[in-house]
């Protein structure tokens, strides 16, 4: 496919089956603030080779869709102004208009399925906005038809957590918790919502995702780890920095995919950057996590 490029070490890796893990852009453009956003890529993307794999953070660049930028491209992505946030709606229009675009999870999914990348790392998932029942992430939608498999730390707590579980559901989309019998809620290390199974190793992990394979089932599949102990938040005193922040979005009529960064923002402020700290954390360890799985997952493929 001519608008699609994948960088010579992630395409060697695959012509291998070695592991690849691919990484979103969005945190770049529209989650992290300059300097922060370049180093926490690039620690990403450094936790992914530590976990055994090779990284693919992917963008789109004058209307090309790269499977694992550069250094410099990092770089460059996070310096540009404007830059369109690109969800599946969004992918015919930054290539034909040859725009320079960040990838969502959805928009991250598509390409790394379009590559032949089965993991992909990030730090939380759209979902339901709350007050909003209507306002459902594209991101919940793309996991039920993308056989991809999400590392990530659960939903974003601002979002409203039940409802999201339920369009999951709904969905098809079944999900994992590593190394814990309920679902994380991204600051925080646990909520009292179920999951559909506990796994403990990378190799577990691998394993549903080879299986999921072999039945020629075309949903993704959300692997749901809790943020690093000591890194995490007090729920009560981020649950009360997202009323906050929600309600101020409400006053200020901010909508749509503009109240995720907007409130993301306001519970950092709220919170003396320590929801900042606990986000950086939880996409490092998820990037490693992803690693270790897409090694397993590797090492499954060559025995089969």
């Known amino acids: 496919m001519s608008n699609l490029h994948i960088s010579p070490e992630v395409a060697d890796a ?12 969005t945190l770049i453009t529209h989650g992290l603030p300059y300097p922060e956003n370049v180093e926490t890529a690039l620690a990403m993307e450094t ?12 963008a789109i660049l004058n209307g090309e869709i790269r499977v694992g930028l550069t250094h410099s491209e990092i770089d460059r992505l996070a310096h540009l102004q404007n830059v369109r946030k690109c969800s599946r709606r969004d992918l015919g229009i930054a290539v034909g208009l040859k725009e320079n675009a960040a990838t969502t999870v959805a928009g991250t999914m598509i390409a790394a399925n379009m590559a032949g990348i089965r993991v992909f790392s990030t730090g939380g998932i759209g979902g339901v906005h709350r007050g909003h029942p209507f306002d459902v992430s594209a991101d919940l939608i793309e996991l039920g038809r993308t056989p991809v498999a999400v590392v990530c730390s659960g939903a974003k707590s601002i979002l409203d957590l039940p409802l999201t579980l339920e369009v999951l559901e709904t969905q098809g989309v079944p999900i994992l918790g590593y190394g814990t019998d309920v679902l994380p809620s991204f600051y925080s290390r646990a909520t009292t919502l179920p999951i559909d199974a506990r796994i403990d190793t990378p190799e577990q992990a691998a394993s549903v995702i080879a299986a999921a394979g072999k039945l020629g089932q075309t949903h993704g599949i959300l692997i749901a780890v809790p943020v690093p102990e000591g890194k995490d938040i007090d729920q009560a005193i981020v649950e009360a920095a997202i009323v906050q922040a929600t309600a101020e979005a ?3 009529g901010i909508s749509g995919k503009l109240i995720t960064p907007f409130v993301l923002g306001r519970v950092a402020e709220l919170t003396g950057g320590t929801s900042r700290t606990a986000n950086m954390a939880l996409l490092r360890n998820n990037a490693f996590v ?8 590797s090492a499954l493929s060559a025995g089969a």
Do not use: C, F, H, M
């Open 290 to 297: 992803g690693g270790q799985i897409a090694v397993a997952l």
């Open 14 to 25: 695959l012509s291998e089956n070695s592991p690849v893990v691919a990484l979103e852009s």
């Open 47 to 58: 936790a992914v080779r530590e976990g055994g794999a090779v990284p693919a953070t992917i």
């Open 250 to 252: 409400d006053a200020q």
